[in-house]
């Protein structure tokens, strides 16, 4: 199981200011630890650490095949309107609906490329459309 632990901001030194020059003139909150001082550490097993890149690279491996099929799709073109939704939707999709990323993942890794860039291109469209939530 993966642990957590706080250190000490080296940045600050614990003090969660900064000294030097910003552009909006000396000073301020420490960048390294938005000015708590502090940081959390997790630490990982070695078996946490394989499956935290195996994920990563099963993420890495079905951008990349998603913007290449959404680039055949949009007619051949750098950064084709679809090209750009689909890998845009990509990101976003992981932080707004981890469950629907998965499946992604899934549908991406079983072949089903048009569907899942069809879908991309939607959610892309309709997060644009809708009033926000908020
Ligand atoms: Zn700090």
Redesign the pocket.
């Known amino acids: 199981m993966s642990t957590k632990y706080t250190i000490t ?1 080296r ?2 030194g614990g003090t ?1 200011a900064y000294n030097g020059m910003t552009a909006a003139g000396r000073g301020g909150v ?1 960048f ?2 938005d000015g708590r ?1 502090v940081k959390t550490v997790t630490r990982y097993t070695a078996e946490e650490k394989a499956a935290r890149e195996l994920f990563a690279q099963r993420i890495a491996d079905a951008r990349a095949q998603v913007k290449a099929r959404a680039r055949e799709l949009g007619g051949g073109r750098r950064n084709s309107e679809l090209e750009t939704s689909a890998n845009y939707a990509f990101g976003y999709l992981r932080d707004e609906a981890p469950d629907r990323f998965l499946r992604m993942l899934d549908s991406v890794e079983a072949g089903r490329l048009d569907d899942v860039v069809r879908h991309l291109a939607a959610y892309w469209d309709n997060r644009h459309t809708d009033p926000p939530s908020a």
Do not use: A, D, K, V
């Open positions: 901001c940045r600050c969660g420490c390294g630890c001082g």
